[in-house]
């Protein structure tokens, strides 16, 4: 298996707080792995690391090769941005814009890469019809289920391609039956042998999903199996 992403003995604090105490595991092209732990355990200040909304303060990253985050060296800016448009991140409150439709939504990061309209909105609707919603697709979000917002936030994610997919809690704000619907979709993500990260506290869709399980608490990886 080829090794996408690698990351070693990253640390982040606030203030004076330890969040992150020397992370470090390996990912594999198309694993699924599953992060669980306790709140305030560091699994979501981690991922916004690897999505680039947070920095760490030491450490290294590597994706698919290439130095994401090294504190020790001076790193291409250019060449950071281009790994980073390979990744996509859904959150748990869905991001969505409020004034845009569904498929507005969707084509809005492709746009800002400069793909043309027509072209985008192709791809756009493409994804929309996979994770069942072409039917909602002129629908702002407020006229969507919680489920359905975010089926349209992980419609975005896949239209750019990613190369690998973070999940943060992407079922925490929803009620049973909507978080089936979510779930369902990242279990076909899992089929086409997509890489993901996926926080969560859905223990018995982590057990089913994960290819490995990195337990988190007090900012270190207690277990990892």
Do not use: C, W
């Amino acid at each position: 298996m080829e090794n996408i992403l690698k990351i070693i003995d990253i640390k982040k604090k606030f203030s004076e707080q330890m969040i992150l105490n020397g992370i470090s595991f390996e990912v594999n092209a198309g694993e699924t792995i599953g992060i669980i732990g306790e709140s305030g355990g560091g699994k979501s200040t981690f991922l916004r690391i690897l999505a680039g909304l947070e920095t760490a303060d030491e450490g290294i990253i590597k994706f698919e090769g290439e130095n994401l985050y090294n504190n020790n060296k001076k790193l291409d800016i250019q060449k950071i941005k281009t790994l980073r448009k390979k990744i996509g991140m859904i959150f748990q409150s869905f991001n969505l814009f409020d004034h845009m439709t569904a498929l507005e939504n969707v084509t809005s990061g492709l746009l800002i890469r400069g793909i043309n309209k027509k072209e985008a909105k192709t791809i756009a609707e493409k994804q929309i019809e996979k994770v069942g919603l072409i039917n909602k697709i002129n629908n702002l979000p407020s006229q969507l289920s919680g489920g359905e917002k975010q089926r349209i936030a992980i419609a975005r994610a896949l239209a750019i391609d990613p190369d690998l997919i973070l999940f943060d809690e992407p079922t925490s704000a929803l009620d049973p039956k909507l978080k089936i619907e979510v779930l369902s979709v990242i279990e076909k993500l899992k089929q086409e042998k997509r890489t993901m990260i996926i926080v969560s506290h859905e223990m018995n869709f982590i057990n089913d999903i994960s290819d490995k399980i990195i337990a988190f608490e007090n900012g270190k990886i207690k277990t990892e199996k």
